[in-house]
Every structure is written in C-alpha cells, then in structure tokens.
C-alpha cells in the first residue's frame, strides 16, 4: 500500500497530539517537521521518529514533495501558510482558530479552493466519542423524533491564577477574544453537528481574571434553524469537581420528544426515555491522546476523505458557518441584543 506523505509545521504544546495520531494510521508516513525554534523541532523528530526538521515551510515543502501538512501553529501564520502549499497543490489539515478574523478565514478558504487544494479544519471536538454516539443515538430516535434542546455547561478552571495559562499557552493571555474564539468555537462547531444549522444567538461574556485581556466567562443562548434551542455556559476562571476537566471539557444535557441523553464529565453516557429509568449507554471510548483521542479521529476522518475523495466534515467551507456564529456571539455580548438569521446567511 502506497502511503500518503506528510509533513508538519509546528511542534509547540498541541503538536504532540497530532504527531502521535499520525503515528498510529497506517497510510500516513510523517517525513518532515518545520519549526522556527529548532530545538522544539529536534526534540519532536526523536520522539516520534520523524527523520527530517526544518525551519523554513517553503524548503521543506519544495523538498519533501508531500501528499499533505498539518498546520499546528498560531491563527495570525496559517494564511501565509495555507498559501505556501496551495502554491504546491498540497492539501491542507489546519488547527484552529483557522485566523485571527472571519475576513481572514475567509481569504484562506479561498486560497484553497482556488488552487482546488483540499483544506480541512482540525477541529477535534465533534470527533469526540461521546458526542459521535449522541448523534448516532439522536438519529435512532432514542429520544424521540424531535429535538428539543442541547444544554452544556463548561467549567475548567485552569484560569483564576495571576500566572494563568503561562505554563502550557502563553499566548492564550494576550488574546483580546478568549473564551469564545478559543473554546466557545468547538461547542459552535458540535452543537451544528447534533442539532443542525444555527439561526440565532444571545450572549453575555464576561471576563474575571484582570491579568488576562480577553473574555473568560459567558453564557450563549442558541437558536437552532429546526426550532430546537441551546445553552452554553462557559468558565474557564471557576473550577469543576471532574477530577480531569479538560476530558470531556464539561457536561451535556440533551433533550428530545422522548427522553433525554446526558453526557457526564468522566465520559459516561446515559440514556432516560421518558417513564424509565436512566440507563447506560455502551460505547468506545478511550483514555488515550486527547479528549477521548478525538485527535486520532480527526486526523483519519481526514485520511479517508483524502484517499477517498470524499467531502470532510469541517472543510474550510464548512466551517466559515462556525466562524460566522462565533463574530455574532461577540456581536450579540455586545449590543446586548440577539442576532438572528445566520442560518439564511450561511447558505
């Protein structure tokens, strides 16, 4: 078997994820890692066995003549480096936030799409076990035949500290759109996926921690094109009891005309038809990677679309809806107001 060839620019905090999921596919061969720090890229080539390193992406693209890269670098590189392998007819897998603003997402989608480059985004959190089983189950009709709401409340807690986010994301403090951009846009992004196109938004954000310039605290209320309505509750200043918050990032509450599914911060998934007890719900789900190796997930959605032809879920496309949303979440907190016809808009 041919296997496709990849390269990687980034080897900062998240990079590790990546390179582990593409160790464990078997069509990929990882040949190349290109960082600016080259200490950073020495360190990740011996321990996941990548034979070349880099420090300039056009050299590495120019000489590895590969299949693909993974971009895992900061939102403000990713045009410049979309664009470097758009000129190559390199597809592309890049990690969000996919740019700094939705204009410049925008400019990137059509960089691709214009050199018909395949361009995915990596946004893992759909590709997370629990919330694939919930959508299975929401498509069984284990809660009915309608939809009423998706609630979820996100607590973690790792941002109450004057030094907070230093050790693992440093930049995460200098961002002045926080909560939403960063976090918020993975729940944007699943609550498309289990309850369909988002038409309107109402949002409060609210910042707790003074040393940190961006927004920690909010809560979003949805309203879905189906009629079905969400709330997201986000804090990353307050603490949760789950011994590790960033596993499931929280818990869910979903409700249907027949019952309800619910979503617990150690990964259990329950099931209550309406006149029955709860019960649970048997499902894969693994303590390995990330967030129950939705990594891994992600990046063989990505191989099998490749190989296949296939649309990916979140293609640059794709997901300018998620980031529309996202810039009406801030538009909303505000004016104080709701913003409503983004389903028409997204169209």
């Known amino acids: 078997m041919k296997k496709l060839?990849?390269?990687?620019?980034?080897a900062g905090y998240f990079s590790q994820f990546h390179f582990d999921a593409w160790g464990r596919l078997p069509e990929v061969e990882l040949s190349a890692i290109c960082d600016v720090n080259a200490?950073?890229?020495?360190?990740?080539?011996g321990k996941y066995g990548i034979e070349k390193t880099y420090s300039n992406v056009g050299e590495m693209l120019d000489q590895e003549s590969p299949d693909f890269i993974d971009i895992i670098t900061r939102p403000d590189s990713h045009l410049a480096l979309v664009s470097e392998a758009a000129k190559r007819g390199v597809a592309?897998?890049?990690?969000?936030?996919?740019?700094?603003?939705?204009?410049?997402?925008?400019?990137?989608?059509?960089?691709?799409?214009?050199?018909?480059v395949p361009l995915m985004v990596h946004e893992n959190f759909r590709f997370q076990p629990w919330y694939r089983e919930i959508r299975r189950q929401i498509e069984d009709g284990a809660?009915?035949?309608?939809?009423?709401?998706?609630?979820?409340?996100?607590?973690?807690?790792?941002?109450?500290?004057?030094d907070a986010y230093l050790a693992r994301q440093p930049y995460f403090r200098e961002m002045p759109r926080l909560l939403i951009f960063e976090t918020g846009v993975h729940f944007v992004d699943t609550f498309r996926f289990l309850a369909g196109e988002i038409d309107g938004v109402f949002a409060n954000l609210t910042k707790h921690n003074p040393d940190i310039a961006g927004e920690d605290?909010?809560?979003?209320?949805?309203?879905?094109?189906s009629g079905a309505s969400g709330i997201w509750q986000g804090n990353r200043y307050n603490e949760p009891t789950s011994a590790d918050a960033r596993f499931t990032f929280g818990e869910a509450v979903v409700d249907g005309s027949g019952g309800t599914l619910r979503l617990y911060g150690n990964g259990r998934l329950t099931v209550q038809p309406l006149g029955q007890p709860e019960r649970?719900?048997?499902y894969a789900c693994h303590r390995r990677g990330f967030a129950g190796d939705c990594?891994?997930?992600?990046q063989r959605h990505f191989v099998d679309s490749l190989l296949a032809g296939t649309a990916m879920e979140t293609s640059g496309r794709e997901y300018l809806k998620s980031l529309a949303v996202v810039d009406a979440i801030?538009?909303?907190?505000?004016?104080?107001?709701p913003v409503r016809g983004l389903a028409g808009e997204s169209k």
């Open 92 to 116: 592309v897998i890049c990690q969000k936030a996919l740019a700094p603003s939705i204009d410049e997402a925008k400019e990137i989608v059509r960089v691709a799409e214009s050199a018909s």
């Open 280 to 282: 649970d719900i048997e």
């Open 330 to 337: 801030y538009d909303s907190s505000r004016s104080k107001l």
């Open 39 to 45: 200490e950073a890229a020495q360190e990740a080539s």
């Open 217 to 225: 605290s909010g809560t979003v209320l949805f309203e879905f094109a």
């Open 143 to 162: 809660i009915g035949d309608q939809l009423f709401s998706v609630a979820f409340e996100c607590r973690m807690g790792d941002g109450w500290q004057s």
């Open 295 to 298: 990594v891994f997930a992600t």
């Open 5 to 10: 060839k990849g390269v990687a620019v980034g």
